[in-house]
Nanobody, 121 residues
Framework: QVQLVESGGGLVQPGGSLRLSCAAS????????MGWYRQAPGKQRELVAA???????NYADSVKGRFTISRDNSKNTVLLQMNSLSPEDTAVYYC???????????????WGQGTQVTVSS
């Protein structure tokens, strides 16, 4: 079975930085794409950033220039470097991945349990 394990969330002051990581484990043939969503209190879940195996990246307009997504395919890991954080970035951040367990199976969507990011003075 496949699991996504997130780490790196916490409390940070405005203007500070955090780095989130997500590692996929289990029976995995390929992962494409892999990325991060977030959900703030009373808000809809939204895409933060995603990256494909070919290196194509999508960012939400609100994080462009501040966040950087990357992945290490050898470790089945995706990273999100978050700089210049503001209170508007406060949310639960969820790792998301489309994973093909075997070469002869379809791909399935997986979610991490979420990690809390709080930006406050």
């Amino acid at each position: 079975q496949v699991q996504l394990v997130e780490s790196g969330g916490g409390l940070v002051q405005p203007g500070g930085s955090l780095r989130l990581s997500c590692a996929a484990s289990g029976t995995i043939f390929s992962i494409d794409p892999m990325g991060w969503y977030r959900q703030a209190p009373g808000k809809q879940r939204e895409l933060v950033a995603a990256i494909t195996s070919g290196g194509r990246i999508n960012y939400a307009d609100s994080v462009k220039g501040r966040f950087t997504i990357s992945r290490d395919n050898s470790k089945n890991t995706v990273l999100l470097q978050m700089n210049s954080l503001s209170p508007e970035d406060t949310a639960v951040y969820y790792c998301n991945a489309i994973i093909r367990p075997r070469w002869d199976t379809g791909a399935f969507e997986y979610w991490g349990q979420g990690t809390q990011v709080t930006v406050s003075s």
